[in-house]
């Protein structure tokens, strides 16, 4: 007997499928798409019953997150939001901004005096003292909260942390300090700000781990708010345990049949010198591939290049920042990354590497055309991922050596009135995630929030690349908007084709996973600027239901 094929009918499905973009019911059999089009033209199938649970709503192809940290999901769980804009938790419930150093401190100090333990370190994230330039939270401002219980306050981009005197002390960091990253106020004390990951490492074991640390409840939060989203399929891009049994027990052992996404983790790959290691790495993580199955993939690999654009720790070419800083720090040394790349490339394995400034970009694209010159391979789909200031020079070479652009436009938003007015000036930030001219090269483009730097939302990381406005309400190069279409085209089908996925999810096609994301309005019927508040009823992953959370919406940004 054949399997029931069930049909659900909808206001309209956007299947992102160019041979039939628009339908209006999805027929779903043994957790893949049997066909899409009217009721009556898939009732022909045999065994079919209707369902119309989803007769009101608008049916998309489940949101692809490229770029995203597991470990978000468990930031909720003993840390302190201190982030400038409004967040939803996984379970609903809205966080407001700190919109001023004394709300940060405020936070801070509620939270201190609800610990009892008087030495329990106190962990806060999501600030960045860029939206206060004459009131930035150091060392001096911390210790008014406490000058003996260990703080560290996390920047929203994950490249700089803030610690109070008790951290310093306890770490041994003071005047005589020369770690690249450790900041110092005029007299040659250390001011609490460490940037990027040397500094930050300084004081990482007094806080009983990173700032991403996973766990099952961190899995199960983090899958929770892709629901929330209407995400089916995200990346954990930077894990640090795939090499062991136990490093990939908790993700084992938390994908199961009853997960409501598919993860796919990839393995964090610098720092490995130029020995024998990075080819002894790359032989484990090809063996470690196998282990995957339909919800977890393994055996994909990040590297890093450069920092943060606005904690100007990002590498820049001429003409650099706006009020001509320092150049920023590189996390790797180029001989390093050239010769992880090439194990990994080698290796057969897919390579994503974090690239925000412009000269990271170049050293990606001169390793890529060096690597590839010495061990060709057709379809390799390493991604330049932030890709933030690459330039349209760049982007054609990117082209001809067959490299994707996986694109922050969400800074668009939460750093574009600082990227224009203190950070790169206005000429060269109109130019920054520049979606249009990656297409206009050729080069396939995904988008992408980088949970927990911004908010896990496909829907505002697509209004941010169609409208470009700041805060304030300006446009931020005009010229590089892109439409609706190409917008969810890039959260979905981009998305899948970067992972090597698009063969299997990222469209709504005959044979396909029956991934689903369930809206309640259409993106192509409302406003640009009202897409990124587009309610989520839930998802379909599999030919099975997923609810969102319906906690109270944050700000629709």
Known sequence: MNSQTVIYPARIVRTMDPSRPVARAVAVRDGLVRAVGTVEELGVYPNTVIDERYADMVIVPGFVEAHAHAGSGGMWDGQVYVGYFDRTDPDGNPWPGCTSTEAILERLREAEAALADPLEPLRAWGMDNIYFPDSSILVRELDTVTATRPIQVNHANGHVAVVNSAVLAMAGIDASTTTEGVEKYADGTPNGELREFAAMGLVHELFGGGLLALSPRTLKNFAQDAVNQGVTTITDLGSMGLLTEEGRAAYADTVDEDFPVRLNVFQFGMGLGTGSLPETTAEALAAVKRLGHSKLRFGNVKLMLDGSIQGFTARLLAPGYLGDQPNGIWNTTPEEFEAAFAAFHRAGLLIHVHCNGDQASALFLDTLESVLTKYPRPDHRHTMTHSQLTTQAQYRRAAALGACANIFSNHLWYWGDQHADRILGWDRASRMDATRSALNAGVPISLHCDAPVTELSPLKTMKHAITRLTPSG????????????????????????????????????????????????????????????????????????????????????
């Open 474 to 557: 300006r446009i931020l190069g005009e010229h590089e908007r892109l439409t609706v279409g190409e917008a969810l085209h890039a959260v979905t089908l981009g998305a899948a084709y970067m992972l090597k996925m698009d063969g299997e999810v990222g469209s709504i096609e005959a044979g396909k996973r029956a991934d689903l994301a369930i809206l309640e309005q259409d993106p192509y019927e409302v406003a640009p600027e009202e897409i990124g508040g587009i309610r989520v009823a839930g998802t379909m992953l599999g030919g099975r239901h997923q609810d969102a959370k319906r906690g109270a919406l944050a700000s629709a940004d």
